[in-house]
T-cell receptor, first 112, second 117 residues
């Protein structure tokens, strides 16, 4: 099973609405990254969170990492069609050998 | 900043042929390279980890004889899809950890869209 679970799997919102995407790990994470992508295209780096309780913002996107460093949320305020895409969280695999893995992904569609 | 150059960006090949995808690290040395595959409407799945000078480590379910990975130097890692079949059609992307990366601690290639006909 995927070690980084994202929810929801897909999301359709009306333009202007707020939304939240979650990324959960069963183990403590060393760092949590958020990306945006469209299938078949490269990744757009959004934010990196490393400290428990950390929160970062970029334009209308805010990401938080909980105190236990096992869950992160990505919040988009006043969504726009340009926010549409696949949102992925990424992290160093929390157990075993060194690997970098991605969450299950969240497909976002914003209706104009 | 550190950049990973991935080529080709798109490739169409006939069933049964082999395709090589290259990832070159520019301005830094990539001792490790992660290779991912993405199917439509799915996330990026780690296929294998290559380390310069040693054999690649493959994830469970990934055929190492079909997906040949070579990390010949500190700046070049290649993925060869051998005897490609239509089900191998996918988006492949590489990533290298680097403290100089513009994307946090990792730098990604721009990806390769493979279509097998």
């Amino acid at each position: 099973s995927q070690e980084l679970e994202q929810s929801p799997q897909s999301l359709i919102v009306q333009e202007g609405k707020n939304l939240t995407i979650n990324c959960t790990s069963s183990k403590t994470l060393y760092g949590l990254y958020w990306y945006k992508q469209k299938y078949g295209e490269g990744l757009i780096f959004l934010m990196m969170l490393q400290k428990g309780g950390e929160e970062k913002s970029h334009e209308k996107i805010t990401a938080k990492l909980d105190e236990k460093k096992q869950q992160s949320s990505l919040h988009i305020t006043a969504s726009q069609p340009s926010h549409a895409g696949i949102y992925l969280c990424g992290a160093d695999k929390p157990t075993g050998t060194y690997k970098y893995i991605f969450g299950t992904g969240t497909r976002l569609k914003v209706l104009a | 900043g550190a950049v990973v150059s991935q080529h080709p960006s798109r490739v169409i090949c006939k069933s049964g042929t082999s395709v090589k995808i290259e990832c070159r690290s520019l301005d830094f040395q990539a001792t490790t390279m992660f290779w991912y595959r993405q199917f439509p409407k799915q996330s990026l799945m780690l296929m294998a980890t290559s380390n310069e000078g040693s054999k690649a480590t493959y994830e469970q379910g990934v055929e190492k004889d079909k997906f040949l990975i070579n990390h010949a130097s500190l700046t070049l890692s290649t993925l060869t899809v051998t005897s490609a079949h239509p089900e191998d059609s996918s988006f492949y992307i590489c990533s290298a950890p680097t403290s100089q990366g513009p994307q946090g601690g990792y730098t990604f290639g721009s990806g390769t869209r493979l279509t097998v006909v």
